[in-house]
């Protein structure tokens, strides 16, 4: 099994920034690559960014393209989103994953693991 826990949620005015990390335990060994989701209140989840094992590829949704970049560091099994020109709609829970059979993907059903959330909230 692999736990995930999420980290540095909060408060932020709009146009700030805020990172996120997500801390892989367990059998992390087994992991490839890692991704962030998001849920908004009565919205469906939606992909936000995601990286292979390697680093070496990485994919984000639309509406944070330019703007997140997400990153890990194997050494620490963690996982990072940094997030910068932050809007309101950016405000939601947002979800750590990872997957272990995968290379990479956008489809959040792909992925076996997840975290319990952190919360962001962006005031206008």
């Known amino acids: 099994q692999v736990q995930l826990v999420e980290s540095g949620g909060g408060l932020v005015q709009a146009g700030g920034s805020l990172r996120l990390s997500c801390a892989a335990s367990?059998?992390?060994?087994?992991?490839?690559?890692m991704a962030w989701f998001r849920q908004a209140p009565g919205k469906e989840r939606e992909f936000v960014a995601a990286?292979?094992?390697?680093?070496?590829?990485?994919s984000y949704g639309d509406s944070v393209k330019d703007r997140f970049a997400i990153s890990r560091d194997n050494a620490k099994n963690t996982v990072y989103l940094q997030m910068s020109s932050l809007k309101p709609a950016d405000t939601a829970i947002y979800y750590c994953?990872?997957?272990?059979?995968?290379?990479?993907?956008?489809?959040?059903?792909?992925?076996?693991?997840w975290g319990q959330g952190t919360q962001v909230t962006v005031s206008s």
């Open positions: 990286i292979t094992g390697s680093g070496h590829s990485i």
């Open positions: 994953a990872a997957g272990s059979r995968i290379l990479i993907s956008t489809t959040s059903s792909l992925y076996e693991y």
């Open positions: 367990g059998r992390s060994f087994s992991i490839n690559p």
